[in-house]
């Protein structure tokens, strides 16, 4: 069975981590959830770039945080902050992606 991340997480977002990175946040509702996900090993630098569209070699961390019951990733930023082509300066509208990534349970 398979169920998308938003089902288990209470916040999904995104924001810059300097001018060439960006830092997405998925914070879980509960230790089940959050060990569920990462369980299952979904979040991973291969997923990431798939949803994406990167090289593996483009993301440059996946953290799992237990006290937080939190993921987050890193991953170098396609167009960086500010420049011509960028359509999000701050980089918090592109966490929708990984909104649907989805988990096998």
Not at 51 to 62: C, T
Request: aromatic share 8%.
């Amino acid at each position: 069975m398979k169920t998308r991340l938003s089902e288990f997480a209470s916040v999904i977002r995104s924001k810059n981590s300097g001018p060439y990175e960006l830092t997405f946040d998925v914070i879980f509702r509960d230790k089940e959830s959050y060990q569920r996900v990462v369980k299952s090993a979904a979040i991973n630098a291969h997923s990431i770039a798939n949803l994406y569209g990167l090289a593996p070699e483009k993301i440059i961390s996946v953290i799992n945080f237990e006290p937080a019951l939190a993921i987050k990733v890193t991953i170098i930023r396609p167009v960086g902050s500010g420049d011509l082509g960028d359509r999000d300066i701050y980089g918090a509208q592109q966490h929708a992606p990984l909104m649907g990534l989805e988990i096998d349970l």
